[in-house]
């Protein structure tokens, strides 16, 4: 809620105070008007309110009836205290009681502690004639106040009785004080709660969000992103508080891509150590045999040349990788599509890569059952770099004395599809859906003997995609791995967009 808004309800909220509180007084007065009627039978208006007297003869004027008709027919019902309880239970409804007087001692009383009911007794009027009786009338007392009616009669033995009706004026005072006393507290309780209600306005409307925003502040300077600001409504300062929290979003997302590029650049610099390091090492010790003599046959010279020529060729590769990477970090990678023969290309590819494998006495094998002609948009450069990387991958992880390497290619609709097959560790299936990420080795791959910067198959992956094509890996563990990727036909209509 606005703030204008929430300004413009507590000003209607003071204005509408004094009309509710009007209402509570006359709720009130109904109440208590309903209260007299009940306990006492009679009707109650603005007029009589006031006049105690005549409220309270109208209200034992029924029951006074039925006493003098019970009088008529039989006076000695006076002496049975169950009829008596009986009548008092009704008169203390309306706030009186009953006293029975025999003779001049005291038969019965009605009443409680509090109505002083024996002081009372001795100023009583005394007993006139049977069957008379008295109008209401006014008794004060010393100590007492109240209102009596009077009934004399003669029991059957000759003895002589009043009954009287008293209505004790403290209970009206009484009930008068109560009806004060629920006013005050009304009127009380109707500002107290219209002040809570400002006050949680603007604790909630202010305080809360504002206190909201310093813990987050300090947080953040803690560069404690994980929280959120949780809010509601539409105000100003809900709205702060939203777009304060989409700003911690942000500088979350930074503050993890930061980690994570810190993270990836220690484990690339790792990597990229222990990479360059195992092929420097072994051709400064194939050079050192040479210098000291150790190749002395043309066979060893040989040998050692060649080895040194295999590590100062994976050395090249890495930094190419290397160089490559940071392109694809920048998204700035020099694709240069063109359409290409799959038959031909992929039959100089089998053939350079044949030399290779030969050299390092590894089983390749090829099969291309491509219809001669179909043509491929693709970057050359950067498609031999996929058939590198991805044969240069399973090299690094094939661990039986006999290594075999082959490359399938064939018709896929569309699409021209190769594969590369292996007869190395293997992957497990946890691992295959990651191995294209970038940095992400398998468990079996991180040993020491074999390093790997991680990066090789992400860029494979990055250059498929590039191509409009996809790429996947299938293994079993200590069988092997088949890389399949698709490369798109040409079609007459189609061009290449880099």
């Known amino acids: 809620m606005k703030l204008r808004t929430r300004l413009v309800i507590a000003f209607l909220i003071i204005m509408m105070v004094p009309c509710l509180m009007f209402g509570i007084i006359m709720l009130s007065f109904t109440r208590y008007r309903g209260a007299l009627e009940n306990n006492y039978g009679v009707t109650v208006t603005l007029d009589n309110i006031t006049d105690s007297m005549q409220i309270i003869s109208n209200s034992t004027q029924e029951i006074f009836d039925r006493l003098i008709e019970q009088a008529d027919e039989d006076a000695d019902v006076f002496l049975d205290t169950s009829y008596l309880d ?35 007794f001795e100023d009583l009027p005394s007993f006139r004639e049977a069957g008379e009786v008295s109008d209401v009338s006014t008794y004060v007392g010393e100590d007492t106040r109240a209102f009596i009616r009077q009934l004399d009669v ?33 009127v009380a309780v109707i500002l107290i709660f219209t002040s809570l209600i400002m006050v949680i306005w603007i604790y909630t409307g202010v305080n809360v969000p504002l206190k909201k925003l310093s813990e987050a502040t300090h947080r953040i300077k803690e560069k404690d992103f994980d929280f959120e600001i949780e809010v509601k409504g539409n105000d100003e300062i809900s709205m702060l508080c939203r777009d304060f929290d989409d700003m911690r979003r942000q500088l979350k997302m930074q503050e993890e891509e930061k980690e994570s590029f810190d993270r990836q650049s220690k484990e690339l610099i790792s990597n990229i150590s222990h990479d360059l390091k195992t092929p420097i090492t072994a051709v400064k010790g194939y050079v050192e045999g040479i210098m000291d003599g150790v190749a002395d046959t043309p066979e060893k010279m040989d040998r050692y040349i060649r080895t040194i020529y295999i590590k100062a060729n994976d050395m090249d590769r890495l930094i190419n990788e290397l160089t490559f990477y940071s392109k694809i970090d920048t998204n700035r990678i020099p694709y240069n599509f063109k359409k290409i023969d799959a038959v031909e290309y992929f039959d100089d590819c ?17 099969i291309n059952s491509v219809e001669p002609g179909t043509l ?76 790997g910067s991680g990066i090789g198959l992400s860029i494979v992956r990055k250059i498929i995609e590039d191509h409009g094509g996809r790429i996947w890996a299938t293994s079993k563990v200590g069988e092997g791995t088949t890389m399949h990727f698709l490369i798109r036909k040409y079609a007459v209509g189609s061009s290449a967009q880099q």
Request: hydrophobic fraction near 40%; charge should be negative; proline fraction near 1%.
């Open 376 to 451: 491929v948009i693709a970057d050359a450069e950067q498609l031999k770099r996929v058939v590198n990387n991805i044969i240069g991958n399973s090299i690094k992880y094939m661990d039986k004395p006999r290594k075999e390497v082959q490359l399938r290619v064939f018709n896929a609709g569309d699409f021209v599809q190769a594969e590369i097959e292996d007869n190395g560790k293997g992957i497990e299936n946890k691992d295959l859906v990651n191995i294209f990420d970038r940095f992400y080795r398998t468990d079996m791959s991180r040993n020491s003997s074999q390093g």
């Open 154 to 186: 003669a029991f059957e033995d000759g003895s002589e009785g009043s009954i009287f009706i008293i209505s004790s004026a403290a209970r009206i005072v009484k009930q008068t004080r109560k009806l004060l006393q629920d006013l005050l507290i009304a």
């Open 350 to 366: 089998a053939e350079e890569v044949g030399l290779e494998m030969h050299e390092r006495e590894i089983r390749f094998s090829y």
């Open 86 to 120: 009986e009548m008092n239970e009704e008169l203390v409804e309306r706030y009186s009681y009953l006293i029975v007087r025999v003779d001049d001692t005291l038969y019965y009383v009605g009443a409680t502690e509090d109505d002083n009911a024996s002081l009372l």
